[in-house]
């Protein structure tokens, strides 16, 4: 069910939620959190859909703020509010309101957000391009026991992941750590049949790749080995190499969703590992709500280089 409506308020939202589930014959319960999407109007389709597939996992009533402040005075004169609501259909058992604020009232989202909560439930709030300079401290993120954004959405993620290490606070946390999960199972998995010491590492990616830097970051706090960062043709991770005294540890993905596995001593592998899905990485972030303490050690570790002419790759 789909409910359109302009100039509105958020007890008026409210109001239209509660006829829309009476509509359809089902009450607003089994919702486990309020997911709260900010984004703009080029990004809210992907950012949606994606929220939608995670939601079915996890049901959620989804808020997206889409800030329209205006460029001209008549413009931000103009404060507005419209909203669609929709119940049920492609929602399944979860809500979405797409909140469009115009005007002066694009700065004050947490005002229309607040009353839209779900009583005594978790709230997650999600940028999925520009975040603001401290997440926590936003009005929007102030509200979330989860804050999520993405590195590699924006078009300087080196300077976004060192901007997030300035301003971490628990319950933060990035999408480009999130794509790092498969990788570090594998690796703590493969570290523990070799049963060796690691003397240092190479990862193997593309420019400026957040998901690899963290990567580095994570074997420099982990490992405290040097870390040695080639670039590749892609896409993203595509080779981590671990170094050590019985031979190398090395999972190699070039393209596709398969990787190869060698570990000194052990036949070589076939993985899975493919390039994962936005809706399956905010649906693994959904899962935990607590402080991710890894990802905020690996976040403010340094890397440190190996030295001239050791641990080139093979």
């Known amino acids: 069910m789909k409910t359109d409506l302009t100039n509105t308020t958020s007890s008026k939202i409210n109001a239209a939620l509660v006829r829309a589930r009476r509509a359809i014959g089902s009450p607003a319960v089994g919702m486990v959190l309020t997911l709260v999407v900010v984004t703009d109007e080029a990004n809210h389709y992907d950012a949606l859909k994606a929220a939608a597939d995670a939601s079915r996992e996890h049901p959620s009533r989804i808020l997206v703020v889409i800030k329209r402040p205006g460029r001209s005075p008549r413009e931000r004169g103009d404060s507005r509010l419209d909203a669609e609501v929709r119940v049920g259909g492609a929602e399944g058992s979860g809500e979405t309101v797409l909140l469009r604020l115009r005007g002066e009232l694009a700065q004050h989202a947490e005002a229309v957000v607040l009353p839209l909560l779900l009583p005594?439930?978790?709230?997650?709030?999600?940028?999925?391009?520009?975040?603001?300079?401290?997440?926590?401290?936003?009005?929007?993120?102030?509200?979330?026991?989860?804050?999520?954004?993405?590195?590699?959405?924006?078009?300087?993620?080196?300077?976004?992941?060192?901007?997030?290490?300035?301003?971490?606070?628990?319950?933060?946390?990035?999408?480009?750590?999130?794509?790092?999960?498969?990788?570090?199972?594998?690796?703590?998995?493969?570290?523990?049949?070799?049963?060796?010491?690691?003397?240092?590492?190479?990862?193997e990616s593309e420019a400026d790749n957040p998901s690899a830097e963290l990567l580095a970051r994570w074997f420099a706090n982990r490992l405290r080995v040097p870390v040695e960062q080639v670039v590749t043709a892609g896409p993203v991770v595509t080779a981590v190499r671990l170094r050590t005294a019985t031979g190398d540890i090395h999972i190699d993905r070039p393209d596709g969703p398969v990787a190869t596995l060698s570990i000194p001593g052990q036949p070589t592998r076939t993985l899975a590992l493919k390039v994962r899905g936005t809706a399956e990485l905010i649906a693994e972030e959904l899962r935990r709500l607590d402080p991710d303490e890894a990802y905020a050690a690996a976040l403010?570790?340094?890397?440190?280089?190996?030295?001239?002419?050791?641990?080139?790759p093979g």
Do not use: C, F
Request: net charge negative.
């Open 120 to 203: 005594d439930a978790p709230v997650v709030v999600w940028w999925p391009v520009d975040a603001p300079d401290h997440p926590a401290r936003d009005p929007l993120g102030a509200l979330a026991q989860r804050r999520i954004t993405d590195a590699y959405a924006v078009e300087r993620p080196l300077e976004q992941l060192a901007a997030r290490a300035a301003s971490y606070a628990p319950g933060d946390t990035d999408l480009a750590w999130t794509r790092l999960t498969p990788w570090r199972s594998m690796l703590a998995a493969a570290l523990d049949q070799a049963r060796t010491e690691v003397t240092s590492a190479v990862v």
């Open 300 to 312: 403010r570790a340094r890397v440190t280089a190996p030295a001239a002419g050791h641990g080139q």
